[in-house]
């Protein structure tokens, strides 16, 4: 990804970060570019997480991800990408983002990835 990709994103101090709460954010509207074909990736964002004391900010966090609309970047790249930007934004407990994306060619394709901070234990 570019490097300054991340620098849209903005952060708030958490409310409760005595507490450990789960936020889940669904983007079913997120796109992206295959650099292979051209061809442009539907899918839905599923971003889950615990926070510690930042959160990101909602409308950034929309403007950060439609900078992939033009962004030639395989399903795997794009998706670890963003857990890594939103990971250093934050610093959570833990997040995990599950990307659903729609079938191209009867074939439908899924990505998982998560990040944990050492010995936490999170509620997924």
Known sequence: MPDNFADILESFDNPYPDRDYV???VCPEFTSVCPKTGHPDFGTLTITY???????ELKSLKLY???FRNHGAFYENVTNSILDDLVELTRPR?????AAY???GG????VLTQFIAEGFQPPW
């Open 23 to 25: 936020i889940e954010t």
């Open 107 to 110: 074939i439908r394709t899924n």
């Open 94 to 98: 833990a997040m995990k983002i599950h």
């Open 65 to 67: 991800l439609e900078r």
């Open 50 to 56: 615990v926070p510690d004391q930042q959160c990101f």
């Open 102 to 104: 729609t079938a191209r």
